[in-house]
């Protein structure tokens, strides 16, 4: 072995990956497996089918991308295929994949709408070992014919229960149809609803399944999770408000419709927030571009559709905001797990109107959310936070040549005291908070609304059921499944 991968945590160095492979673990600084990677691992290395359900933010990436590297390293031809959900997703996992794998020499392509068919043909022909796909364009690729010796032997579905799900299914089945056989597939997810989990097992081999999810709460631990009731009319302030106060350091805001994503971008960035929006309708370029910004941090505040709920990875994100909460409760653990990624904490904050209700206790319910209820601090509470903050930043200032020059020139005139109060005050001015004083309901008032809705809803329940019996339950659950972005 070389010196360098003398130094690789000895955790990785016990799964036996050729020295190229823990190489690239030493260049991405992984110190210990995460718990998904200690038992994928092994498993994907014996070359059984694999479904793998693990939180948000905890490795799954690198959990099939590292044995799976290290099985098709020094083959040719593409040894592995992995489909995303969308194009954002799909660059994002072959930039890892190309960390993680550079050392073994592993070249990876990413194929997606949007771009050149030709350009991603000559990559791949030219040698590729790796294709990152959305569905779309590798089906078109492969029913076009054009895609000649296309035989992964290994086949990832990233956000497996998405894939699956109505909107893909199709294409995926088709995809299927072009791939070999005997391939070995392995299906990732942080959520998997137990119809996926059914239909899994007819198009998987025999397959092991491990999940780390804890069966009570599918949220990453990470993140602290709070809501908050408002009247519909509110919902921007509240949002100002909440931005204001818990002053992120950067910020997805989710959206329902492509057509909020823009107003509300342009409602920030129209108050002075560095904001831009992501969604489907936008070119590819437009798209690139501002994940591209919000990586470096050129924007701070992202405002998107789903498109970005599943998988990103963006390092910083401190807050997620639910503009509205999400239909699916799946959709919430994806969107609020932008946050609290690889072991640091994040914060999750959900607007909700009471005509909402319904969708909070269901995702309360059915995904175990510990979400908190709050009150929009009023603008008092946020001055009084202002004037925390800033004198604490005082405090921490160091002083520049140039104070000293503008002090003893104002301090003939004025005297030290007064020079003071009108720096301080001068820096007071940039802080003004605007908005209402008081947004939403305050937590009592919230906790009544929801105890008369729940009433309401079970008495309504009751009636229902008394009417049409078990067939409701059934409605239901097709209802929040077709209900994809
Ligand atoms: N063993 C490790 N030690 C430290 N960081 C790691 C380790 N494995 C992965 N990471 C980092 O953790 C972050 C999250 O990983 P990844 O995107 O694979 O999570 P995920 O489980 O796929 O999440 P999601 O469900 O949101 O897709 C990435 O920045 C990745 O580089
Ligand atoms: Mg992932």
Same mark, same amino acid.
Do not use: W
């Given at each position: ?347 999750? %904050? $959900?607007? /909700? &109107? ?5 969708? *909070? #206790?269901?995702?309360?319910? @059915?995904? =175990? ?46 005297? %030290? $005291?007064? /020079? &003071? ?5 001068? *820096? #007071?001015?940039?802080?003004? @908070?605007? =908005? ?50």
């Amino acid at each position: 072995m070389s010196d360098n991968t003398t130094t690789i945590p000895s955790r990785f160095l016990e799964f036996g990956f050729k020295n190229e492979i823990n190489k690239g673990i030493l260049n991405a600084g992984f110190k210990v497996p995460s718990p998904i990677q200690e038992k994928a691992i092994p498993i994907i290395k014996e070359g059984r089918d694999l479904v793998a359900q693990a939180n948000t933010g905890t490795g799954k990436t690198a959990a099939f991308g590292l044995p799976a590297m290290d099985k098709i390293s020094g083959f040719k031809g593409v040894g592995l295929l992995v489909i995303t959900p969308t194009r954002e997703l799909a660059t994002q996992v072959a930039d890892e994949l190309y960390n993680l794998g550079k050392y073994a020499g592993i070249k990876t392509v990413t194929v997606y709408g949007g771009s050149s068919y030709s350009r991603q043909l000559g990559l791949i022909e030219r040698g590729a070992n790796i294709v990152v796909a959305t569905p779309g364009r590798l089906k078109d690729l492969l029913s076009s014919g054009k895609l000649r010796d296309f035989n992964p032997e290994i086949v990832v579905l990233d956000e497996a229960d998405e894939m699956l799900d109505m909107g893909f299914l199709e294409d995926i089945k088709d995809i299927f149809s072009y791939l070999p056989q005997n391939r070995q597939t392995i299906l990732c997810s942080a959520t998997m609803p137990k119809p996926i989990r059914l239909l899994a097992d007819k198009i998987l081999d025999n397959p092991a399944t491990v999940s780390i999810v804890d069966k009570d709460n599918a949220t990453n631990k990470d993140i602290k999770q709070s809501y908050y009731v408002i009247e519909e009319r509110e919902r921007t302030d509240a949002l100002i408000r909440l931005i204001d106060h818990s002053n992120p350091q950067k910020a997805i805001i989710f959206c329902r419709m492509k057509i909020e994503v823009d107003r509300l971008a342009d409602t920030l960035i129209s108050r002075g927030y560095d904001a831009k929006g992501l969604h489907g309708d936008m070119d590819q370029r437009a798209r690139d571009e501002v994940i591209k910004n919000f990586r470096n941090s050129k924007v701070n505040i992202l405002v998107a559709t789903d498109v970005a709920a599943r998988g990103l990875d963006v390092k910083g994100v401190s807050h997620v905001f639910n503009y509205h909460i999400p239909f699916d409760p799946e959709s919430y653990v994806h969107r609020v797990g932008r946050t609290g990624r690889a072991g640091i904490k994040g914060e999750a %904050i $959900t607007l /909700i &109107a009471p005509i909402e209700f319904k969708e *909070l #206790l269901r995702i309360q319910k @059915s995904m =175990g959310a510990p979400i908190e209820l709050k009150t929009v601090p009023s603008s008092f509470d946020l001055q009084a936070k202002e004037l925390n903050d800033l004198t604490a930043e005082i405090e921490k200032t160091d002083i520049k040549d140039e104070a000293t020059i503008i002090l003893s020139a104002l301090q003939n005139e004025t005297d %030290i $005291t007064e /020079i &003071a109060l009108k720096a301080v005050s001068l *820096l #007071l001015s940039k802080h003004s @908070s605007k =908005g209402p004083e008081h947004i939403g309901f305050s937590e009592k008032e919230a906790k009544r609304l929801l105890e008369k809705f729940k009433e309401n809803n079970g008495r309504k329940r009751d009636q229902r059921g008394r009417r049409d019996g078990r067939s409701r339950s059934r409605n239901r659950n097709n209802r929040s499944r077709s209900r994809r972005r």
